[in-house]
């Protein structure tokens, strides 16, 4: 969080870790990218994923690379609510998004690795068990952890990206992570095709039940 430079730091570690996969002799490679990777001008943190994506698909023909492409974690929400009592970010309340659940991203990518049944330079869009609007997540999440007024709150850039200094983030990654919601207002995010693959099984009910409720319930 201490970084000048958050983009510069995504770029130092990215290509150290291509020098380790050369150095290894690693053929194949799952790659943990996000929803947006596909454009590296407008998505904030998302660009330095990317960038790394072109890096691995970069190497030698016979290195296999799946980038997988989750949407928002559900776990995020744990950082909504310790940081501002409720689920808030600049997103627009009618926005809709997948969340996914970080195991769900854990066992796919497991699976993958176990039957190493890709080949080439390809990715993966995981794209949650369906769309949630802001205000829809934050009624599911109020409900589960006994606070059934809870709402929404949409943060201006600005104020949210101050609220992130406030808690002794870098301005760059500040300023990033709060491109990224710009991004995903503006509709660079949307690139991806929900199917029987993209689909994951975790909902945001069973989440918010299993892990929300017993850190947040009153």
Do not use: C, W
């Amino acid at each position: 969080k201490d970084t000048l430079d958050f983009g510069a730091l995504q770029d130092e570690i990215g290509r150290i870790q291509i020098e380790a996969i050369k150095n290894s002799g690693v053929k194949n490679i799952v790659f943990l990218s996000s929803q947006g990777a596909h454009d590296i001008l407008h998505t904030g943190t998302v660009k330095g994923l990317g960038r790394q994506e072109i890096r691995l698909n970069e190497l030698a023909p016979e290195v296999n690379v799946l980038s997988l492409r989750p949407e928002a974690f559900m776990e995020n929400n744990i950082e909504s609510l310790k940081l501002f009592n409720t689920i808030a970010s600049p997103l627009r309340p009618e926005i809709s998004s997948g969340l996914i659940a970080t195991e769900d991203i854990a066992i796919f990518a497991a699976e993958k690795l176990d039957k190493l049944d890709f080949k080439g330079k390809t990715h993966q869009d995981l794209l949650g068990n369906r769309e949630y609007t802001q205000t829809e997540a934050t009624q599911i999440i109020g409900k589960a952890i006994g606070r059934p007024k809870l709402e929404y709150v949409q943060y201006s850039y600005e104020d949210y990206k101050n609220k992130l200094l406030s808690v002794g983030m870098s301005e760059s990654r500040a300023d990033m992570i709060t491109e990224r919601y710009k991004a995903i207002n503006e509709g660079y995010f949307n690139n991806s095709v929900r199917d029987e693959i993209t689909t994951t099984p975790t909902s945001l009910e069973y989440f918010a039940a299993t892990v929300l409720q017993p850190m947040f319930a009153k």
